[in-house]
C-alpha cells in the first residue's frame, strides 16, 4: 500500500495522461479521413498529413498511452494489488474496455505505417466509422469508473 496522498498523485497525473491520449485516439482517425480524401498524386498533402499523423502517434499518443498505463497499474497496486481487483468487478469492465482501447491504438498504428507505404485500402467513410469506436469505449469506462455499477 501507498501513502493516501502518493495515490492521489498518480490518480491526477493518470487523468491527465488518459485525457492526452484520448486527444490523439479521436485525433488520428480524423487524419486519416482527411489524408483517404487526399489526391494520390497530390505529394505535398500526402507528406503534410503523414507528418501529422506521425508526430501525433509518436510524440502524444504512443508516450500517454504507456503513461497512462504504468500509473494505471500503479493504482490497482496501490490500492491492493490482486485483492482489490478480485473485489472490483467494475474494473474487470474497465480493463476491458481499456483493452479495446489499446487494441484501436494499435490499428491506428499500423494504419498510419499503411499510409506511409502506400498501401492504405480503406475509404474516408471506414475511418469516420473508425473515429466513433473509442467514443463509446470512453463512454463505457467513464461510466464504470465514476458509477460502479457492479
Known amino acids: 500500500m501507498f501513502e493516501p496522498t502518493t495515490l492521489l498523485y498518480v490518480k491526477a497525473f493518470h487523468v491527465v495522461a488518459v485525457i492526452t491520449w484520448m486527444c490523439g485516439i479521436f485525433y488520428l482517425p ?15 498533402g500526402q507528406t503534410r ?20 498505463i ?7 497496486s496501490g490500492y491492493g494489488g490482486m485483492a482489490y481487483l478480485r473485489q472490483s468487478h467494475w ?7 481499456v483493452l479495446g482501447m489499446i ?7 499500423r494504419f498510419y505505417r499503411r499510409f ?24 463505457g469506462i467513464v461510466i464504470l469508473v465514476v458509477v460502479k455499477p457492479f
Open 49 to 68: 498529413f503523414l507528418t501529422q499523423e506521425r508526430k501525433l502517434l509518436r510524440g502524444i499518443m504512443n508516450p500517454s498511452a504507456v503513461v497512462a
Open 91 to 97: 474494473l474487470h469492465g474497465k480493463l476491458l474496455l
Open 103 to 109: 487494441i484501436h491504438h494499435a490499428l491506428s498504428a
Open 30 to 44: 480524423r487524419l486519416f479521413v482527411y489524408h483517404a480524401m487526399c489526391p494520390k498524386d497530390d505529394e505535398l
Open 116 to 139: 506511409a507505404q502506400g498501401l492504405v485500402e480503406r475509404g474516408h467513410v471506414f475511418f469516420r466509422i473508425f473515429n466513433e469506436v473509442p467514443v463509446l469505449l470512453l463512454i
Open 70 to 76: 504504468v500509473l494505471g497499474l500503479w493504482l490497482i
